[in-house]
């Protein structure tokens, strides 16, 4: 039968929601994002041509940070969220201050999670060197009970032990047991994962901390958190939708890729390349 | 009493060895360049805002060498040298083909020692993963003596245990164990520590290795190389000079500065803070 109806337009495509980070651990972000919000489009970066950022300056992050956003734009990222604990603590800021999109971090949400857990009102934070100095998650949870007291330990290793995928390993499990020292003797009853790498530690570092210690897990409570922010703004995707991920990066694939892919049981097709420019000074 | 001569006109600056390397850990380089060429001034250049290079493509490494050069030339560096395996193994072919001073790295000297120090023709290489996949080791051996066998083991937790600092530590010591067991197993007789961070795990490397292995240090011998090149092409400061070292980064210094500054007995005075621009694709 001829169809005679005059043509309609065709639909644009839904817009995505927009991930960065430093490298690949924002995969683990993206897990939670498609395990929660099926019908959501996903358009990720991984700025893999400079990663990592955990030990660069409050400069060069916003600049990464804005650079990265853009490319998003360019996607028609209908949100963005930053992936990544350096430059959710150093970034965000300034992108709120210029994008005309919501934008979310990945601190805000694991403060949050935190001060709901803990008991004792004594919380640790685990992150890089860079996250860590920045104070950020002193600061968010703070700002949501003053009478929760933080602890914090940089763990600079723990990014490269996962990159060689050495996750369940007696090498790693004394390296975490080092950084967890004294924290655990500090008596915090919440600890905060705050790097989106660590969750592919999970089982080791629950193990050292024991059953008591409640692991706050940034990349699960990013996705509630941007599930929340597309009901409220109206933003989300209609339910029937089925979301489609699209994974580029700032420099060619890492076998961290197929790692991460695996681990988190993502399904990540080509890779694609984007230019990135960058100025300091 | 009074100088009534004519006033000579002030002798140009000497022209310095221009180093560059993606972070702090060509300084291995320079400590051995001032103790070999203390007449010899230095511009050393860190390119702390993209290091490390060890994960990164051939493309993206030759660009980041070529604009670190530019940055060189513009101090009047009369020799450059790569202080970094990766950009050494990525980067200086086209180095060499575009720029009209002489490019050495730190590859060709370390291979030519390892061939000089094996008996037993059997030679391992450690590195970071882009050095040992570049396979820029095996082929400059392979050109110097076809007979000599290169065995090879990327090692990429080692940088980050250097940077935090664990240079005498059971930790760093089961690791080193962990990679170099293959190594040792195969019967090397030398072993090539392929990365400029590396000298700095001199002693803990030794140890593992065994009194019967040889270590080839990149720095030492690179240093030798630019000694014979200066001369070669007439290009050598005069004795009685007195060498300056100049340190600048592209991102603010970093805490591992510090460590490898006393580590090495360098006096680094103040860092300067240098531009990169960089676009893939």
Not at 78 to 96: E, F, Q, Y
Not at 183 to 194: A, E, P, Q
Not at 212 to 226: F, K, M, R
Request: net charge positive; hydrophobic share 45%.
């Amino acid at each position: 039968m001829k169809q005679t109806s005059a043509r309609k337009p065709t639909p644009a495509a839904p817009q995505p929601i927009g991930v960065f980070d430093s490298g690949i651990g924002g995969l683990t972000v993206v897990a939670a994002l498609r395990k929660l919000l099926p019908a959501e489009s996903i358009f990720y970066i991984g700025d893999t041509a400079r990663v990592p950022y955990g030990g660069k300056s409050q400069a060069t992050i916003e600049r990464y940070s804005q650079e990265l956003s853009g490319l998003l734009l360019a996607e028609r990222a209908k949100l963005i969220v930053v992936a990544c604990n350096t430059a959710s603590a150093l970034g965000v800021p300034r992108l709120r201050e210029t994008l005309r999109i919501p934008v979310t971090g990945v601190i805000e949400p694991g403060a949050q999670a935190a001060v709901k857990a803990t008991r004792s009102g004594k919380v640790g934070v685990i992150g890089t060197r860079a996250t860590i100095a920045s104070r950020a998650y002193e600061r968010a949870i703070e700002a949501l009970d003053a009478k929760v007291k933080v602890f914090t330990e940089p763990c600079p290793l723990l990014v490269p032990l996962i990159e060689e995928g050495w996750l369940e390993d007696p090498v790693t499990d004394s390296i975490i047991a080092r950084y967890l020292e004294k924290l655990l003797r500090s008596g915090v009853d919440t600890l905060v994962l705050g790097c989106t790498h660590y969750p592919l530690l999970r089982a080791a570092i629950q193990r050292h901390a024991g059953p008591d210690v409640t692991l706050v897990d940034s990349a699960q409570n990013t996705a509630l958190a941007v599930q929340k922010l597309l009901r409220q703004q109206k933003l989300a995707a209609p339910r029937a939708s089925v979301g489609k991920l699209q994974v580029a990066l700032t420099d060619q694939s890492s076998a961290f890729l197929r790692v991460a892919e695996q681990a988190l049981g993502l399904q990540v097709g080509d890779t694609k390349l984007r230019a990135v420019q960058h100025a300091v000074g």
